[in-house]
């Protein structure tokens, strides 16, 4: 390990993927210091080693790299600039990871003046992260990316400079357009099976085992069989979040792509239907004709 991953990494934001990123560097034997806007979060990881500070600003004290992972743009800025943040006591000396999903402007904007930073889109699931076996999309200078890389390579299997700064969520982005837009096909082709008498299951199953299925359309298959979205691998109300920004990147380079605009509609749609702390799975109960059901 090179000086830098010896000294202590603060993590910022303990959802499902800080939480298990947490606890990759914590199996890895780096000091962590974590911090939540909710304290109790941070209670398995205080039991597995972790220092729990009160703010950002006092996680990220005597640090060599600070991982923000937060559900958006204006929970990154208020983590950064806000009251208690991580600039509340001068500019940050380590290599600052914004690893939320936010617009790639946002997060340059955001950043501003910061000596060392990057964007890194995560592709990968809690399980990944704890495990070591994200890859991961990074952008920024090469200097900051050279610095930040001895940590990355102990988050994921695969790391990747793509450019500049908002390069990895461009990426991200896309990812998860793609990821968006599978699992609704998935969910709409359950719909119509189901409103043609097919079995349910039956049908799945063939989807899941058949050269048409994705990875991600195999794993959501179980889910949409089982019509159990608690717990989730990834939130509804996140995925509607970066389709949304993706359309606007969309927007912003003058295309028009349907059916990034459609999934982003029907996701906004099942959000406000009170569906989106669920998995984003849970979708296809906006494709039904008893809204919140799966019939």
Aim: charged residues 20%; contains cysteine; proline residues 5%.
């Amino acid at each position: 390990m090179t000086h830098a991953s010896r000294t202590p990494v603060a993590v910022l934001g303990l959802g499902a993927m800080g939480s298990s990123l947490a606890t990759r560097l914590l199996d890895r034997g780096i000091q962590v210091r974590v911090w939540n806007r909710t304290p109790e979060r941070a209670e398995p990881l205080a039991a597995a080693g972790a220092f729990v500070v009160p703010c950002p600003a006092d996680a990220v004290e005597g640090t060599s790299a600070a991982i923000c992972v937060v559900a958006d743009g204006e929970a990154l800025g208020s983590v950064l600039r806000g009251p208690g943040g991580v600039l509340a006591k001068g500019p940050y000396p380590g290599v600052l990871i914004c690893a939320s999903t936010v617009s790639p402007e946002e997060v340059v904007q955001i950043a501003g003046d910061i000596p060392s930073v990057l964007d890194v889109g995560m592709l990968g699931n809690r399980d990944h992260a704890r495990d070591g076996e994200l890859r991961l999309f990074v952008g920024g200078e090469e200097q900051a990316f050279n610095a930040g890389r001895p940590l990355l390579d102990m988050l994921g299997k695969e790391v990747v400079h793509l450019g500049a700064l908002g390069s990895g969520m461009r990426m991200k982005l896309c990812l998860n357009l793609l990821m968006g837009i599978e699992v609704q096909a998935l969910a709409e082709v359950t719909q119509l099976a189901d409103a043609c008498g097919l079995d349910r299951q039956l049908v799945l199953k063939t989807i899941a085992g058949s050269g048409f299925a994705s990875p991600v359309m195999a794993f959501k298959s179980r889910r949409l069989g089982s019509g159990r979205f608690e717990e989730p691998d990834f939130r509804l109300r996140l995925m509607a979040k970066d389709l949304m920004l993706a359309t606007k990147q969309a927007a912003a380079a003058g295309l028009d792509l349907p059916l990034a605009s459609a999934a982003a509609e029907t996701h906004v749609r099942a959000t406000e239907q009170g569906l989106g702390d669920q998995d984003c799975a849970a979708v296809t109960r906006a494709l039904t004709p008893n809204p919140g059901s799966d019939t």
